[in-house]
């Protein structure tokens, strides 16, 4: 029996946790910013289907970037978790600190396991209270992790250029709309320049203290966003990024694969082996070369020659070997014309 390969844990741990990073740095940015009525969620996100940024109870919201797949069952498993303590108990004693506690849990157990890979996902479990000082901001990451944060936060993508913008402009007990400029206008900073990010492109959801049913989850639509936005200059579409797609990076995005780096999975222009829609496999025939105009194109062997090999030998006709025993005679030769009708009878 062979002998393992040996990694110590530390090198272990390290290479887990550069491959979760580097899977949630692939993606854009969420932005949780508190504001005098209630905590504001703002994200990048061209997709109107998939969101980033769900209710899970009354007061409850979630937010996550990273893998669209792993933080949906993460946002469903807590939404079956809120569902059942409130029936067993009171819709009371669901709380985001409960919830927050219970994910820190499971993406714990995760990271730490060998047996499969680090969930690539850092999640916001936030919770509006009665009054501002009861409002409750949760950050998790991919290694279970949890911390409590007051005023904003940021995770996903260009985090740092993000938070470090909204450091400088952001104010306790704003408006809405003003929180809503400040975090719009974080987004689209980086160390590059600004950018104007298009409305259709903004996620936003709030939850609002001032509404008088039990939720208190509310999205804002595009036409809302832009009256509460107005004209703020020509807009810029953001660069596809890997999470627009599933976690594969879009075809013809010009991005080559790294061999040293396992989780590299660039695609690059390679078709698709199937149909996005029917699921059925494509075909993806070689058109022959074509001549020059007026010219028909030239008809390709059966079975060509293998690279590097050289091409069959032509059939040559066959030539008796005089020196050995005499074959059959050949047939007498069939006429060509008519018979001659003149010749006398034998």
Known sequence: MSTPFYVSPEQMMKDRADFARKGIARGRSVVVIQYADGILFV???????????SEIYDRIAFAAVGRYNEFENLRIAGVRLADMRGYAYDRRDVTGRGLANAYAQTLGSIFSSGGEKPYEVEIFVAEVGDTPAGDQIYRLTYDGQIADQQGFAVMGGNAESTASH??????????????LHVA???LGHTDAGD??????????????RTRTKPRKFVRLRAERLASILGDRGPEEAGAPQPEDNGGATPPGSGATDDP?????????????????????????????????????PVPQPTDPAQPGEAPPPAPQPFVPDPTGPPGPAAPPPEPTGPADLTDPLP
């Open 43 to 53: 994200s990048e996100n061209p997709s109107q289907a998939l969101h980033k940024v």
């Open 166 to 179: 909204l450091e400088e402009h952001y104010t306790e007990d704003a408006t809405l709309e003003d929180a």
């Open 184 to 186: 719009v206008a974080a």
């Open 195 to 208: 950018r104007v990010i298009p409305v259709a492109d903004l996620e936003v959801a709030a939850l609002d």
């Open 260 to 296: 040293s780096d396992p989780t590299d999975q660039v695609s690059g222009g390679v078709p698709p082996l199937e149909d996005p829609t029917t699921g059925e496999p494509l075909e993806h025939p070689v058109a022959p070369p074509s001549g020059p105009a007026g010219t028909s």
